[in-house]
């Protein structure tokens, strides 16, 4: 979708009204790389972590983070490579396992309740089979930590390839070429244009895209299958009703593998891959219902 050729519908006072919020800002040194980490809230308060997808960041949660902060208090973390954090020579889960594990350390945050959006479910599971008592619940959003053996074969053929960096000379340019992956409408267009203004960085070539384009090629990933089969920590899903990626046979095949109670899957109505994008407002509600129970 191209932001710039749509016409933006006018920002409600919620939106505005969390955006403004500045969060406390943080960085904690991890193999010899510098992670960034956001607070919002009061940090006496029982604490939810929340952990973003591929090529996302903090920001993506600014406009949702607000609406956790009268009960809890809110951690979010770039990974390295992604957001304001550090670049690597080459990523993995183990390595993002051990950044969220610096960040909680750091933070003074023993076992939250972990939000993980999209890749960043199957690094919190991954997570939890080195370090068991990292938090004392996951809530998958939209996230396929494992796949079918037939999907997962051929998806292996349709890996995301390094991105070259492409460099806009201004940030309504860069803006104008800012897509989510994988693509999708997002109703919420003044949501998706906060999310594009966050996503780049000014350099000497213009603005480019935060997140590096090494990710694609160097990711190491683990198979969840045993992890998911046998879990140290309690989970939820929360999936979108028109989601590209967490299909009903991804659904059937997570419920099968992971023994998962109906009870804890949860349907986000219109939603598609990206829920907390195109609608934030039942997002915040549904989360808060779950947090409750």
């Not at 519908?9 to 505005?16: L, N, V």
């Not at 790389?33 to 940090?43: L, P, R």
């Not at 070539?205 to 992890?227: A, F």
Request: proline share 5%; net charge negative; aromatic share 10%.
């Amino acid at each position: 979708m191209l932001i710039g050729k749509n016409p933006l519908k006018e920002q409600p006072d919620w939106f505005k009204k969390n955006i403004e919020i500045i969060p406390l800002s943080n960085t904690v040194e991890v193999d010899d790389k510098n992670i960034k980490y956001f607070i919002w809230g009061d940090q006496s308060l029982p604490k939810v972590v929340l952990l973003h997808g591929f090529n996302a960041h903090s920001y993506w949660w600014s406009h949702i983070a607000p609406f956790f902060t009268e009960k809890y208090c809110v951690i979010a973390l770039d990974f390295s490579g992604m957001g304001e954090s550090d670049h690597r020579e080459e990523y993995s889960q183990e390595i993002y396992s051990k950044e969220i594990k610096a960040v909680l350390e750091d933070a003074k945050c023993e076992k939250p309740i972990c939000l993980a959006h999209s890749m960043g479910g199957a690094i919190a599971m991954y997570s939890t089979s080195i370090f068991p008592d990292l938090f004392s619940k996951i809530i998958l959003l939209d996230s396929v930590v494992i796949l079918p053996p037939e999907k997962a074969e051929m998806m292996k053929s349709r890996r995301p390839k390094a991105r070259m960096e492409i460099a806009s000379d201004s940030i309504e340019a860069a803006v104008s070429r800012f897509r989510l992956m994988p693509p999708q409408p997002c109703q919420q267009e003044y949501v998706l244009e906060h999310i594009a203004k966050t996503s780049y960085k000014e350099t000497e070539l213009g603005w480019i895209l935060k997140s590096d384009p090494k990710i694609s090629n160097t990711y190491k990933y683990n198979d969840l299958h045993d992890t998911l089969m046998n879990p140290s920590t309690a989970l939820e899903v929360v999936y979108g009703q028109l989601s590209q990626v967490f299909t009903s046979d991804v659904l059937e095949y997570m419920k099968y593998a992971g023994r998962l109670d109906d009870k804890n899957i949860h349907r986000l109505e219109g939603a598609m891959h990206h829920l907390f994008l195109d609608r934030p407002l039942e997002f915040k509600d549904l989360v808060l219902k779950i947090l409750e129970n």
